[in-house]
């Protein structure tokens, strides 16, 4: 198959179940929303180190928030509903309530849910106050701009992470242009993230590794320095450069959709601009149970 | 298809008691059936033909036309379904309701939504003393639901309530929150003396500052509350009632208190952005 010129292998990539909640973060403005998403979703690229995977799904309108300021959405997800409401925890407890004028909602409705205001209210030291409008109950807990304020409570959702496909391209400036564009398009689309910094991984990998203390290591066979010492690598003489992109979503149309919109944008740029091929990553099942087909998706 | 049509005939001498007319107790009767319910009226019994005249309609709604403030407990118990009453309505409208919704097009007598534990009650008239508070011997008023007030309100408003919501756009009486456990209480006119008195938790805002507040509030001054303007954008959008909340602004004067039980509920009364 091609698009553009650019080959499609007949590959799929491979994903794995994940459990994902979304937050509503609002402040004064734009400015200090955006300070706190982003804390928030820092250090939160892979679940193999990072203990979880954040990215900033869109901006909100006033409008569209519950407090009627303007804010930001991010999706988290992790392993475990367990590590979920740990991440939560720890990142809106030291991100989201340590942004001056910031306050944080449930962005997902779900009968599964995890603490949210509920375990950092006992920041309030006794002065906490909670409030119940419209049958959800809200954490007031005062602190030295105010008061945060934060939903008591946020919806787990069943998710999937690492989605992904492999750009190769002329060089690495070919390849970043092409994967902005395939970002830009993956952030259209509702109920997906991109979670590796500026939405792409330079340095992807494979389970395991020739190191019994390793988890993951190098995905060798897209390494181009190395494609004349590796006997199983997939690259040709002119691909210099492999970018990923990960995709997580909360549901599997999120990700099929934002793996296809991706692809394209990508393809858009073609072999003149040097994007040759697009691959992704599997791991013979290995990884997870979600087998997103290259070709089919494509169709 | 309309609703159950209770239509007052004939004024009764004494108060009736109409909690055993609610739609959820009166889903599957005939019209024959529900006219012959007994209803208590002082120290006696009447059938409910007796004062009504009574036309079938849809089951789960109930409409009380002609009424007057001889009729006590008017939907005390609901637990679902719509109650209109064309008039006056007595004491204890919606006593311990779990839910539902009661619209009454007049003035209300006391104690109504006491106890209320769901649903919503709307009195376009006048309310009477203890709006949504506890039931005599009872250690805590309503537990849930909202109470909308078009008029006044008497005294004890919100007394010992637990949760919920009430609304008065008009003025309310004295003790207004009294001995108040938790909740929200709005008051868009003026409120009378000792306001939140005895108040452990909960929120009462008042769009006018009282001529008085307690010694045992204290100030936290002038501030801007993220609470309202959740408050002032969310409860429009369940109440349609509300929507003139959705125009103010969240700035307060905070009085924490009644400090002689504890100090942590709070009085906010709204300031005008200068």
Same mark, same amino acid.
Request: glycine share 14%; charged share 20%; aromatic share 6%.
């Given at each position: 198959?091609?698009?553009?010129?650019?080959?499609?292998?007949?590959?799929?990539? +491979?994903?794995?179940?994940?459990?994902?909640?979304? @937050?509503?973060?609002?402040?004064?403005?734009?400015?200090?929303?955006?300070?706190?998403?982003?804390?928030?979703?820092?250090?939160?690229?892979?679940?193999?180190?990072?203990?979880?995977?954040?990215?900033?799904?869109?901006?909100?309108?006033?409008?569209?928030?519950?407090?009627?300021?303007?804010?930001?959405?991010?999706?988290?997800? %992790?392993?475990?509903?367990?590590?979920?409401?740990?991440?939560?925890?720890?990142?809106?407890?030291?991100?989201?309530?340590?942004? %001056?004028?910031?306050?944080?909602?449930?962005?997902?409705?779900?009968?599964?849910?995890?603490? @949210?205001?509920?375990?950092?209210?006992?920041?309030?030291?006794?002065?906490?106050?909670?409030?119940?409008?419209?049958?959800?109950?809200?954490? $007031?807990?005062?602190?030295?701009?105010?008061?945060?304020?934060?939903? +008591?409570?946020?919806?787990?959702?069943?998710?999937?992470?690492?989605?992904?496909? @492999?750009?190769?391209?002329?060089?690495?400036?070919?390849? @970043?242009?092409?994967? $902005?564009?395939?970002?830009?398009?993956?952030?259209?689309?509702?109920? %997906?993230?991109?979670?590796?910094?500026?939405?792409?991984?330079?340095?992807?990998?494979?389970?395991?590794?020739?190191?019994?203390?390793?988890?993951?290591?190098?995905?060798?066979?897209?390494?181009?320095?190395?494609?004349?010492?590796?006997?199983?690598? +997939?690259?040709?003489?002119?691909?210099?450069?492999?970018?990923?992109?990960?995709?997580?979503?909360?549901?599997?149309?999120?990700?099929?959709?934002?793996?296809?919109?991706?692809?394209?944008?990508?393809?858009?740029?073609?072999?003149?601009?040097?994007?040759?091929?697009?691959?992704?990553?599997?791991?013979?099942?290995?990884?997870?149970?979600?087998?997103?087909?290259?070709?089919?998706?494509?169709? | 298809?309309?609703?159950?049509?209770?239509? =007052?005939?004939?004024?009764?001498?004494?108060?009736?008691?109409?909690?055993?007319?609610?739609?959820?107790?009166?889903?599957?009767?005939?019209?024959?059936? !529900?006219?012959?319910?007994? /209803?208590?009226?002082?120290?006696?019994?009447?059938?409910?033909?007796?004062?009504?005249?009574?036309?079938?309609?849809?089951?789960?709604? /109930?409409?009380? =036309?002609?009424?007057?403030?001889?009729?006590?407990?008017?939907?005390?118990? /609901?637990?679902?379904?719509?109650?209109?009453?064309?008039?006056p !309505?007595?004491?204890? /409208?919606?006593?311990?309701?779990?839910?539902?919704?009661?619209?009454v097009d007049g003035d209300a007598?006391?104690?109504?939504?006491?106890?209320?534990?769901?649903?919503?009650?709307?009195i376009t008239g006048r309310a009477?003393?203890?709006?949504?508070?506890?039931?005599?011997?009872?250690? *805590?008023?309503?537990?849930?639901?909202?109470?909308?007030i078009r008029g006044d309100?008497?005294?004890?408003?919100?007394?010992?309530?637990?949760?919920?919501?009430?609304?008065?756009?008009g003025?309310?009486?004295?003790?207004?929150?009294?001995?108040? =456990? *938790?909740?929200?209480?709005? !008051?868009?006119?003026?409120?009378?003396?000792?306001?939140? *008195?005895?108040?452990?938790?909960?929120?009462?805002?008042?769009? #006018?500052?009282?001529?008085?507040?307690?010694?045992?509030?204290?100030?936290?001054?002038?501030?801007?509350?993220?609470?309202?303007?959740?408050?002032?954008?969310?409860?429009?959008?369940? #109440?349609?009632?509300?929507?003139?909340?959705?125009?103010?602004?969240?700035?307060?004067?905070?009085?924490?208190?009644?400090?002689?039980?504890?100090?942590?509920?709070?009085?906010? !009364?709204?300031?005008?952005?200068?």
């Open positions: 198959m091609r698009i553009n010129g650019v080959q499609i292998d007949d590959t799929f990539a +491979e994903a794995f179940s994940m459990k994902a909640t979304r @937050l509503v973060i609002t402040a004064i403005d734009l400015y200090w929303a955006y300070r706190a998403a982003n804390s928030f979703t820092g250090f939160a690229s892979s679940v193999i180190d990072c203990g979880c995977e954040a990215a900033i799904e869109r901006e909100l309108k006033p409008a569209e928030t519950p407090d009627g300021r303007p804010g930001i959405a991010v999706i988290i997800f %992790a392993m475990s509903t367990k590590q979920l409401s740990e991440q939560v925890r720890k990142r809106v407890g030291q991100s989201v309530m340590t942004t %001056a004028t910031s306050a944080c909602f449930s962005g997902l409705e779900s009968q599964s849910r995890i603490p @949210l205001g509920r375990s950092l209210r006992f920041f309030g030291d006794g002065y906490q106050m909670s409030k119940n409008v419209n049958g959800i109950r809200y954490w $007031r807990i005062p602190v030295m701009h105010g008061e945060f304020l934060c939903e +008591e409570t946020t919806g787990v959702v069943p998710a999937i992470g690492g989605g992904n496909f @492999l750009v190769m391209a002329k060089t690495s400036r070919h390849g @970043l242009a092409a994967c $902005r564009a395939a970002v830009r398009a993956i952030s259209r689309i509702h109920g %997906a993230g991109t979670t590796f910094p500026g939405g792409i991984v330079g340095s992807g990998s494979k389970i395991g590794s020739r190191y019994s203390f390793m988890t993951a290591s190098t995905n060798h066979r897209f390494c181009p320095t190395i494609k004349g010492l590796v006997s199983d690598t +997939e690259l040709t003489g002119e691909i210099g450069s492999v970018l990923e992109i990960v995709v997580d979503g909360i549901d599997e149309r999120a990700v099929r959709r934002a793996m296809r919109d991706g692809i394209r944008a990508a393809c858009a740029f073609g072999p003149r601009k040097g994007i040759y091929r697009i691959s992704a990553g599997q791991y013979g099942g290995k990884l997870g149970p979600y087998h997103f087909h290259l070709h089919e998706l494509l169709k | 298809m309309s609703a159950l049509t209770l239509t =007052l005939t004939a004024c009764p001498a004494e108060s009736v008691d109409m909690s055993p007319l609610v739609p959820d107790r009166l889903r599957g009767l005939r019209t024959a059936d !529900v006219g012959a319910l007994r /209803l208590r009226c002082g120290n006696r019994t009447l059938r409910v033909r007796e004062i009504f005249r009574v036309a079938s309609g849809e089951a789960g709604r /109930l409409r009380v =036309l002609r009424s007057t403030a001889r009729l006590d407990a008017v939907g005390a118990g /609901l637990q679902a379904g719509v109650i209109e009453v064309h008039g !309505v007595g004491a204890q /409208l919606g006593r311990k309701m779990a839910g539902g919704s009661i619209r007598g006391v104690g109504a939504g006491c106890g209320m534990s769901g649903g919503s009650i709307t009477g003393d203890f709006v949504g508070a506890a039931l005599p011997g009872e250690a *805590a008023g309503m537990t849930a639901g909202t109470i909308y309100a008497g005294d004890r408003v919100g007394d010992r309530q637990q949760r919920g919501l009430i609304v008065i756009e003025d309310v009486g004295d003790y207004c929150g009294s001995r108040m =456990l *938790a909740g929200t209480i709005i !008051v868009l006119g003026a409120a009378g003396r000792y306001v939140g *008195a005895g108040m452990r938790r909960g929120t009462i805002i008042l769009r #006018h500052r009282p001529r008085l507040i307690g010694a045992t509030f204290n100030s936290c001054g002038g501030l801007k509350m993220e609470i309202l303007r959740l408050l002032f954008r969310q409860l429009p959008r369940a #109440h349609r009632r509300l929507a003139s909340l959705k125009a103010m602004k969240p700035l307060a004067e905070r009085f924490a208190g009644d400090l002689a039980v504890g100090g942590h509920g709070e009085l906010l !009364v709204l300031q005008d952005p200068d």
